[in-house]
């Protein structure tokens, strides 16, 4: 028992965590962001930018991945070599750190770097939501392309690419030349995966299978059904490589997940695009900014 007049730090202890488990929204450089709590887990936070969901972490259980396309990139880094051997990873963009709190938690003693333009941002996640001080990770405050043009040939086993600026992808992520320098990056073995949205006639989506394949002879695409019928706008993670992908595996798991997904590669991927032109940094766009509706439940 606190002694009279005392201050009861058990009672602050509990206060501090109510308080902290309160929505809260600051200014960041892209925009507004916000944390939402998950009332179904206790360690579970939601980041949005400007009204768009970003990405969902779980402080308690860094290996539990809530969005889809967060899942199917867990899937990637489970697959990319064999269970718990350390990696060499490269993220562009950050939001919540959440794939590099997942490799951390799966695969230990992996080296990662995060490169997120936002400064601001990276500010509130590494306070608000902080990462394991055990976890090798370094978070560098510069553009995407600037960042990947400082690592060395052949650094990494994976680059994974999730970079939205209004919830839309920048142009110049998005071309043949970028992809040329992500390629310049991995290792022989290692594979590039992408975050990419979409919505009808998919157009965006055709266009980067298409330029992918003119830099990495070996694709995959994973979607919901819906979403490869142009039904509705949603995320697609698209894995390319030099060498051949696990796909037999990717598409067991990505099939199994709690929202089932579907992959598409070799020829039925190719035929997709198409004939889409390849997007080259002269004509990039940024990627299509999603209908209202898509976050209207949020």
């Known amino acids: 028992m606190a002694r009279r007049g005392a201050p009861d730090k058990g009672r602050k202890e509990r206060t501090r965590g109510r308080e902290e488990r309160e929505p809260f929204a600051a200014p960041v450089d892209s925009g507004r962001a916000e944390l939402l709590p998950d009332r179904e887990r206790p360690d579970g936070w939601t980041l949005l930018l400007d009204g768009a969901p970003q990405s969902h972490v779980d402080l308690g259980d860094p290996a539990h991945l809530s969005f889809a396309y967060q899942r199917r990139l867990g899937h990637v880094v489970d697959l990319v070599a064999p269970p718990l051997q350390p990696l060499h990873v490269l993220h562009l963009g950050g939001g919540a750190f959440t794939l ?137 993670v698209l894995l390319a490589s030099a060498l051949p992908l696990p796909v037999a595996e990717f598409t067991r798991r990505v099939a199994s997940d709690p929202h089932p997904g579907r992959v598409e590669h070799g020829r039925a991927l190719r035929d997709f695009t198409g004939g889409a032109a390849v997007v080259t940094d002269a004509a990039a766009k940024p990627s299509p900014a999603p209908p209202p509706s898509v976050f209207k439940d949020l």
Do not use: C, M
């Open 100 to 236: 590099a709190r997942y490799t951390a938690a799966t695969r230990p003693r992996s080296t990662q770097q995060i490169v997120e333009i936002d400064a601001a941002l990276v500010r509130l996640v590494r306070e608000r939501l902080p990462l394991d001080p055990q976890a090798r990770v370094r978070v560098r405050s510069v553009d995407a392309r600037e960042g990947l043009a400082k690592l060395p040939d052949g650094w990494a086993d994976l680059v994974v690419a999730d970079v939205f600026s209004g919830a839309r992808t920048p142009a110049h992520l998005t071309s043949a030349e970028f992809l040329t320098d992500v390629r310049r990056v991995l290792k022989p073995s290692g594979q590039y995966a992408a975050n990419l949205a979409d919505g009808p006639p998919l157009a965006h989506l055709r266009g980067q299978i298409a330029t992918a394949a003119a830099v990495f002879p070996e694709l995959a695409l994973a979607a919901d059904p819906v979403v490869w019928r142009g039904r509705r706008f949603g995320n697609a």
